[in-house]
């Protein structure tokens, strides 16, 4: 039977995850095409305070990457943003051109953060905080400016303000009410919780209203309706959200607040549903993910006809995830009319609990300090059991501060139906199951198996516990975390077990040493790839089916599914002739953009797949690997030849560097620099490995990254000859690929083993040699990918564009 089409506007945490359900429900009744604003793979929006608080990199939030919309056939459309829909011919159409005919179509389009429309509002500097352009402008101002001012005392304006003051601002939050987080918390909780961010160094200023920013191009000044003023580099607005409609509404949507929907979430036009922030179901329009996973578990279960009861509405609860403050709410939390409450406040230990009731039901808690009985709180009050005669012991009976009940006795004593995850709703027993049944045996392969932990990651420790509950005191050795959810081996273990067995391809080492998913996951794939292809140089055919799509077809995809040609320019020196050859290639490809990249190199951006090969074939130039987890580029200055404070020739260096080490596979992209002097035009002290030339030797540096988390180089040694140069940079990409976790930076890699054990394992000169000669043998397997797909027109087929409807996701 011929697919039905479905077509879903928005590729964020609600509409994917119901894409997820679906493909497992009926994966293959639709052929489906995603349509996001955004130029990313589908993230965890929620994570993006751990990214500005440091607890996570941008890496760590993608939930699905480009292979997992490849793998599933789907059509994903970055960067698009749809503008209109015609409901009569069942046809979306997007800013950039792009159309999509539909059967099904999906509303996801989430909401859009709330702008304060203030005079000066559109200055420079003035921001929200919902995407990750958002995050990127908070870090990369953070290293130019000091003094934020976050409008807004909520959930997310002090999730901001905490990923400021970490990155180093000094952090003001102006607030309307007279206490923080007014739609979560009372005035008691709020009272504490002031007090110990105050403790962080963040500063309050409540009952505030702010009247124009102020400023020429850039912020500079908030001033208030009480007159009173405070200066500021960057303003960031948490003031509320308001579900994303406009598309909608001109579409003759019905909508309210949100996109009105019925308990199928299906909208006033048959076949067109919606859910998510967007959606308004029974005249609410939530703005947590556990509510819109259940509308999506709803929805993904009517698309692919499976039975389902239609959804109720959700009780909602949050926490705010900032370090060293616990605090959760639920429910009604004031004092709603008909409603009693008991308290317990501990100043001593800063411990504050309260519930609410009504007809002896539980209608509400918040809980400060210590919030470990919130799931089991919350349990009790969605199921509307009745709590007459238990109220103090709900307050004080579980866990209240210096209660002798261990953490690992209650949660043995939960019982199994209690929600553990309240993001993704897993519960105890789903948990238990996973450990006892589904041989989970750390919380990684726990969050693979259920998802629990998966989202806001409130719920770890409570994961944590129970894994250890179920499967630590079974094993009687403490749980411990494997490179992936398919396996507890770590890293070093897995590479040990390798060579003791001589296993030899990434199927057989998942066989032998007894992986959870028979199929390993993009986590344990490309690992392995890379750890055998470490040990095995001369012997290992290299898995191409493990590798991303950016080192499958040997250029970076771009957020449109073009694709970049990077030719490699030895240390950045290039010639007429060359620049010539490049200009025609890219006049005759009609190439839209040429750029001269931070590498000193030139990127030909904007090509299609299909163009990939007779451009290289033209170009007739190494490819730069500027895709790969390999050797980058080796940046130089212009040092002794043409510079008067050059005191070596860094170019020639430079150049060497790079003709040594190029098509180098590393267990993550690997940069180098060379300067010619102290002064350092090359910004060696930023890369993995960078060379500044001193009078009469070298200074070698590693560990750097100009990257998200700025880490300068340390000195590891200083040499005098460029022989020398050249055996320390071998030996010390050698040691690193032989040690390092597969996708770990130099940076992080020498933070975690520390740069005296690398200097004690390099200091034989007898053992730099032989890491030199393995590098060697390791660089002379390889043959530059680009010549190599030219001359075998097997690998040449995969670039030849098969239909149109081909996935521009390659
Ligand atoms: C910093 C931060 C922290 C948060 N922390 C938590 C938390 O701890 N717990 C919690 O429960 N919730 C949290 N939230 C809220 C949570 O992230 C949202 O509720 C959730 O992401 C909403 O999912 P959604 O799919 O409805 O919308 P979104 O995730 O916003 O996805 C909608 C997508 O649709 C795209 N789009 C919109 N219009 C169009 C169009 N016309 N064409 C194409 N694409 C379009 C948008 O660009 C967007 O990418 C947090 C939110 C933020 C910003
Ligand atoms: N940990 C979490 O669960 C979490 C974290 C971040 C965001 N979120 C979600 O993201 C969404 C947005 O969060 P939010 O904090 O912006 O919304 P919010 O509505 O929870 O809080 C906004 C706050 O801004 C205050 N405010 C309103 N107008 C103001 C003004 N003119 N000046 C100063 N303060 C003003 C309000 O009193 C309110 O406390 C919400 O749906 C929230 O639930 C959740
Ligand atoms: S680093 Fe020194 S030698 Fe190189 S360009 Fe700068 S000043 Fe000249
Ligand atoms: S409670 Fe948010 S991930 Fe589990």
């Known amino acids: 039977m011929a697919k039905q089409k479905l077509v879903m506007i928005g590729n964020g945490m609600a509409g994917v995850r119901t894409i997820e359900h679906l493909l497992k429900l009926a994966p293959d009744k639709y052929e489906i095409t995603i349509f996001g604003s955004e ?35 789907i ?5 698009h943003t749809v503008t209109g829909i015609d409901t009569v011919n069942r046809q979306v159409i997007s800013d950039r051109g792009a159309a999509a005919t539909y059967d099904i179509l999906i509303f996801a389009t989430g909401s859009n953060p709330f702008m304060l429309p203030l005079p000066g509002a559109d200055k420079e500097g003035v921001i929200a905080f919902r995407d990750i352009r958002d995050c990127e402008i908070m870090l990369q101002t953070s290293k130019q400016y000091k003094k934020a001012a976050v409008i807004g005392g909520g959930l997310l304006g002090l999730e901001a303000a905490r990923g400021l003051l970490h990155l180093g601002m000094e952090v003001s939050v102006i607030h309307i009410g007279d206490y923080l987080m007014d739609r979560q918390l009372d005035r008691a909780a709020a009272g504490m919780l002031q007090e110990e961010l105050e403790k962080q160094g963040m500063t309050f200023l409540l009952k505030k209203n ?55 979430m299906q909208s006033s036009i048959p076949g067109i549903y919606a859910l998510g922030e967007c959606a308004e179901h029974r005249g609410i329009a939530y703005g947590l993910v556990a509510p819109l996973y259940e509308q999506g578990d709803v929805l993904a279960k009517r698309l692919a006809e499976v039975e389902t009861i239609g959804y109720a509405g959700s009780v909602t609860s949050t926490k705010l995830k900032v370090s060293g403050v616990d605090v959760f709410s639920a429910g009604h939390f004031g004092d709603p009319e008909g409603s009693r409450s008991l308290r317990y406040q501990d100043e001593l230990d800063g411990i504050y609990k309260k519930i609410v009731m009504k007809d002896n039901k539980l209608i509400g808690a918040v809980l400060f300090g210590d919030t470990s009985d919130g799931s089991r709180l919350f349990s009790i009050m969605k199921s509307g059991e009745s709590i007459q005669g238990r109220e103090k012991e709900l307050l004080l009976g579980f866990a209240p501060g ?12 939960l019982p199994e139906e209690e929600i553990i995850c309240g993001c993704n709703g897993v519960s105890k027993g789903t948990i238990k199951d996973a450990v006892l049944n589904q041989g989970c045996t750390s919380a990684a392969s726990v969050k693979a198996c259920t998802k629990a932990s998966a989202s806001c990651g409130g719920c770890k420790p409570l994961v944590e516990g129970l894994v250890k509950l179920y499967a630590g005191d079974e094993a009687g050795t403490p749980v411990k975390e494997g490179i992936c959810g398919c396996t507890t081996l770590n890293r070093d273990e897995i590479v040990a077990e390798i060579t003791k067995m001589g296993l030899k391809s990434t199927k057989e080492v998942m066989n032998v040493l007894g992986w959870d998913h028979p199929e390993g996951c993009a986590k344990c794939r490309p690992s392995l790839n890379y750890y055998l292809g470490m040990l095995y140089p001369e012997s290992y055919k290299d898995e191409k089916e493990s590798r991303f799509t950016n080192e499958r077809y040997h250029g970076n995809i771009q957020k ?16 007429p ?8 290639v890219a006049e005759r490809f009609d190439v839209p953009m040429v750029k001269i990249t931070g590498g000193q190199r030139i990127d030909l951006l904007g090509v299609k797949k299909e163009d990939l090969p007779r451009m290289w074939e033209e170009l007739d130039m190494p490819s730069g690997y500027a895709y790969g987890k390999a050797l980058r580029t080796v940046k130089t200055c212009v040092g002794s030849t043409f510079c008067r404070f050059g005191t070596q020739d860094s170019i020639g260096m430079g150049v060497r560097l790079e003709k040594e080490f190029e098509r180098l596979s590393t267990p993550a992209k690997v940069k180098l620099a060379v300067s010619g002097c102290p002064r350092n035009c090359a910004e060696a002290t930023i890369k993995d490995f960078g060379v500044v030339a001193i009078d009469g030797g070298w200074e070698l540096h590693v560990g750097g990254n100009g990257g998200v988390h700025v880490r300068a180089t340390e000195l590891l040694c200083v040499v005098k000859t460029e022989d020398e140069v050249v055996e320390w940079a071998s030996a010390f990409l050698q040691y690193y690929r032989e040690q390092a ?24 000169k007898e053992v730099r040699t032989a890491l030199g000669e393995r590098l060697k043998t390791a660089i002379s397997t390889q043959k530059d990918p680009w010549k190599e797909i030219l001359s075998e027109p097997e690998l040449r087929k995969n670039f030849i564009r098969l239909t149109e409807a081909e996935p521009i996701q390659g």
């Open 741 to 764: 976790e597969w996708n770990e930076r130099t940076s992080i890699w020498i933070g975690r083993v520390g740069l005296d054990h690398v200097k004690e394992a390099l200091k034989d």
């Open 39 to 73: 130029p990313h793979p589908n993230y965890n929006r929620i994570m993006l305070s751990s990214v500005l608080a440091g607890g996570a990199d941008m890496q760590d939030i993608i939930i699905n990457g480009w292979d997992w919309y490849q793998e599933h056939g």
């Open 402 to 413: 210096g209660s002798t009940v261990s953490a690992e006795q209650r949660l043995a004593e």
């Open 75 to 79: 059509q994903l459309l970055s960067g």
């Open 577 to 584: 002739a060359e620049l010539k050859k490049i200009a025609e």
């Open 210 to 264: 702010t009247e124009a920013i102020l400023g020429r191009k850039r912020v500079k000044e908030l001033r208030f309706t009480d007159g009173t003023s405070l200066d500021a580099d960057l303003v960031v607005m948490a003031v509320g959200i308001k579900p994303n409609v406009a598309l909608a509404q001109s579409s003759g949507l019905a909508v309210n607040r949100g996109i009105v929907v019925d308990d199928y």
């Open 560 to 575: 449109d599914g073009t694709y970049s040609v990077v030719p490699r320019i030895y240390g950045g020196v290039t010639s």
